[in-house]
Nanobody
Framework: QVQLEESGGGLVQAGGSLRLSCAAS????????MGWYRQAPGKQRELVAL???????NYADSVRGRFTISRDSAQNTVYLQMNSLKPEDTAVYYC?????????????WGQGTQVTVSS
């Protein structure tokens, strides 16, 4: 019943910017948190940024000050503005939704979008 549609990945030079979008659709759910995670080859998936229903945010130390997470609550959409990109930001970026279905909290992952930063 829940779907996530991600967009905005691509190839960019170091120092450039990209904006990722993730839209949640479906019925019977209430958003608790939405976040972005990333996984580089040979590494574990890690949290990049997260925004809660109340608006508070968390960022990984490696992106704080460069990335900004925001949301459009009416559209159940979350954005990740990525500035001053570095080659080490290269990874597949995944959107994760944590939602309340009326009787439990559940997670749902997007399919991922590739971000490649060239030096």
């Amino acid at each position: 019943q829940v779907q996530l549609e991600e967009s905005g990945g691509g190839l960019v030079q170091a120092g450039g910017s990209l904006r990722l979008s993730c839209a949640a659709s479906g019925s019977g759910f209430t958003v608790n948190t939405m976040g972005w995670y990333r996984q580089a080859p040979g590494k574990q998936r890690e949290l990049v940024a997260l925004i809660r229903s109340g608006g508070s945010t968390n960022y990984a130390d490696s992106v704080r000050g460069r990335f900004t997470i925001s949301r459009d609550s009416a559209q159940n959409t979350v954005y990740l503005q990525m500035n001053s990109l570095k080659p080490e930001d290269t990874a597949v970026y995944y959107c994760k939704l944590n939602y309340w279905s009326g009787y439990k909290f559940s997670d749902y992952w997007g399919q991922g979008t590739q971000v490649t930063v060239s030096s």
